[in-house]
């Protein structure tokens, strides 16, 4: 079958044929129907050699659907047929987060050997891709696996995000998103599904504040030096309840910080790497800035419910699996306007 692998650290992926895995005990063998493109992509084909501790070649795709084509021995759960979501970040599946279904924040990752498929190991950039165990897997229904692939990185990873500031994302309150791109563009509408509160997108691009504008964010500000004031002006001077920072650069960073309310939160999604110097004045009071690492299995079930209720949806461009690495050079350019979805078949 054809893949796209990472063959190289900082090396851009590319299409090769490989064998078609089978499953072994406890194992699912997945034909893929739709996996999306996601910058942390572009980020793994920038990585230098030798700072992760994964071993090339694999295949790249974290954010897939399939359906069930074979199942190893002792699989009972899942059968040949089922249509299904695959949760990325795979733990060890025993320890107490594991086993809470936050395999994002399992106790062993740092004696695992990957941290999911597409990360370390084979995913979903094939036809077929092999999971290790149905405890993986969630039922999509009668969701189309093409806008529904995307629920299991661009939406799971900003669900996380909001999930603790729901409380205080109350009427009058406001949230910042800054990069309205692929996740940012799912931020935008699950905080409108979940939340009364006013949503302020912040992009480079023009054509993904309209596109955030669309989505139901009350206004859509270009980053710049103008940016925190406008921010600050539209929320009486008190600033936000909650900011998705997803981009994570030094710039964006600081300007998330200066435009935090107090007992604010600054979520940290995205991974261009920057910081954010820590100190007792550097935030307002109360406000606290964390990092955001994907999300749970739960969380998965539950942005499944949203999309069956018809609550979000994610505009997506679709590419033959032939045209993976056209998919990736575009979302580099920035020219994906939501996201960018390979469909094998
Ligand atoms: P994307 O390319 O679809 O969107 C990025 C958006 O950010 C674009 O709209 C771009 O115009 C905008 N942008 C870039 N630099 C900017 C700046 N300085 N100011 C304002 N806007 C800017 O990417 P994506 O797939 O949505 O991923 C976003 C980030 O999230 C990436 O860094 C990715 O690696 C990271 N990510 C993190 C997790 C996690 O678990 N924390 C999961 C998935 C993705
Ligand atoms: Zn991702
Ligand atoms: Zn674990």
Not at 78 to 82: E, F, N, P
Not at 138 to 150: E, Q
């Given at each position: 079958?054809k893949?796209?692998?990472?063959?190289?650290?900082?090396q851009?992926?590319?299409?090769?044929?490989?064998p078609?895995?089978?499953?072994?005990?406890?194992?699912?063998?997945?034909?893929?129907?739709?996996?999306?493109a996601?910058?942390?992509?572009?980020?793994?084909?920038?990585?230098?050699?030798?700072?992760?501790?994964?071993?090339?070649?694999?295949?790249?795709?974290?954010e897939?659907?399939?359906?069930?084509?074979?199942?190893?021995?002792?699989v009972e759960d899942?059968?040949?047929?089922?249509a299904?979501?695959?949760?990325?970040?795979?733990?060890?599946?025993?320890?107490?987060?594991?086993?809470?279904?936050?395999?994002?924040?399992?106790?062993?990752?740092?004696?695992?050997?990957?941290?999911?498929?597409g990360?370390g190991?084979?995913?979903?950039?094939?036809?077929?891709?092999?999971?290790?165990?149905?405890?993986?897997l969630?039922?999509?229904?009668?969701?189309?696996?093409?806008?529904?692939?995307?629920l299991?990185?661009?939406?799971?990873?900003?669900?996380?995000?909001?999930?603790?500031?729901l409380?205080?994302?109350?009427?009058?309150?406001?949230?910042?998103?800054?990069?309205?791109?692929?996740?940012?563009?799912?931020?935008?509408q699950?905080?409108?599904?979940?939340?009364?509160?006013?949503?302020?997108?912040?992009?480079?691009?023009?054509?993904?504040?309209?596109a955030a504008?669309?989505?139901?964010?009350?206004a859509?500000?270009a980053?710049?030096?103008?940016?925190?004031d406008?921010?600050?002006?539209?929320?009486?001077?008190?600033?936000?309840?909650?900011?998705l920072?997803?981009?994570?650069?030094?710039?964006?960073?600081?300007?998330?910080?200066?435009v935090?309310?107090?007992?604010?939160?600054?979520?940290?999604?995205g991974?261009?790497?920057g910081?954010?110097p820590?100190?007792?004045?550097?935030?307002?009071?109360?406000?606290?800035a964390a990092?955001?690492y994907?999300?749970?299995?739960?969380?998965?079930?539950?942005?499944?419910?949203?999309?069956?209720a018809?609550?979000?949806?994610?505009?997506?461009?679709?590419?033959?699996?032939?045209?993976?690495?056209?998919?990736?050079?575009?979302?580099?350019?920035?020219?994906i306007?939501?996201?960018?979805?390979?469909?094998?078949?």
């Open positions: 079958m893949a796209l692998r990472l063959s190289r650290w900082a851009p992926a590319r299409l090769e044929q490989v078609v895995p089978r499953p072994g005990p406890g194992q699912v063998l997945l034909r893929i129907l739709a996996a999306g996601c910058h942390s992509d572009l980020h793994l084909m920038e990585w230098p050699e030798g700072q992760l501790p994964w071993t090339l070649p694999f295949t790249l795709g974290h897939n659907a399939g359906r069930v084509e074979e199942v190893g021995p002792g899942v059968r040949a047929g089922d299904v979501l695959v949760y990325g970040p795979w733990g060890c599946g025993r320890c107490r987060p594991c086993r809470l279904g936050r395999e994002n924040y399992c106790e062993r990752a740092g004696e695992l050997v990957a941290a999911g498929g990360l190991r084979d995913g979903g950039l094939a036809e077929f891709m092999l999971v290790p165990s149905s405890r993986l969630v039922p999509l229904g009668s969701l189309d696996p093409v806008p529904a692939a995307p299991s990185d661009a939406a799971l990873t900003p669900y996380h995000a909001i999930k603790p500031s409380p205080a994302l109350a009427p009058g309150s406001t949230a910042v998103v800054i990069g309205v791109g692929g996740l940012g563009q799912m931020a935008v699950l905080l409108r599904a979940l939340s009364p509160a006013r949503v302020i997108a912040v992009d480079k691009d023009r054509g993904r504040l309209e504008l669309g989505l139901g964010a009350s859509a500000l980053s710049g030096s103008a940016t925190a406008e921010i600050r002006a539209a929320t009486s001077r008190l600033g936000a309840e909650l900011v920072d997803v981009v994570g650069s030094d710039d964006t960073l600081a300007l998330g910080a200066s935090l309310r107090a007992e604010g939160r600054l979520a940290l999604i991974l261009a790497g910081r954010l820590f100190g007792f004045f550097g935030l307002p009071y109360g406000a606290q990092t955001s994907w999300g749970t299995i739960p969380e998965l079930i539950e942005l499944v419910a949203l999309a069956h018809g609550r979000i949806r994610l505009e997506v461009e679709t590419f033959p699996l032939d045209r993976a690495a056209e998919a990736y050079e575009r979302l580099r350019r920035g020219e306007r939501g996201r960018a979805v390979v469909v094998p078949g």
